[in-house]
């Protein structure tokens, strides 16, 4: 039923008010979570129903579901993140802290065993060096290791590729070759070539 004032339009806003009986326990809970925002009993429930409907929730079902769900398929992709970067700092360590670290401990035990003081030399100012650009005949270890596995990754892809290969002989022109090659690997192949 709508109040009405007594010139017989609605009061503030689009339409008038409407009773709806809850239990006093629900209207006290209500009353004290929208004073929270510092908003009319009105437009708390109708952020309320607006939010459920955005995003698609049903407060009696699969409402809280979903968003339990998002929430784990969210810790799970931050997970993956962190172990990514636990590996990046391990690898790191292991290719670049530790054996500084270690070339460093053998200079200072050097140091320490020969018991002289190092005499202050003056600095010298280096020329720019231009060899950089020449190329180097040495490869660390581990870099050759890991350039003779992606060529021999290589050579088998390459093998594959070359065993999938047959001659066809049509009736009229010239013999061709044929790849039996899905359209994914094609695609994945030219992703890997560029």
Known sequence: ????????????????????????????????????????????????????????????GEGTKIIIDSIKKLELKMMRKFDRIIAIIKNMEKTSIRPTYEMMLILYEAYVKDGRKPRPEPVQIQEERKDFLEPRNTVPKIEHDRILQEFKDYKEHC???????EKVEPMMGKPYLKINMGIRDFESLKHQLR
């Open 1 to 60: 039923m709508e109040k009405q004032s007594t010139s017989g339009r609605t009061e503030k806003g689009t339409g008038g008010y409407s009773n709806i009986t809850v239990k006093k326990e629900t209207a006290r809970r209500f009353r004290s979570y929208s004073k929270k925002f510092s908003k009319s009993h009105s437009e708390v429930l109708d952020g309320m129903i607006q939010y459920f409907k955005e995003n698609n929730l049903d407060p009696f």
């Open 159 to 165: 093998n594959e590729i070359l065993n999938s290969v």
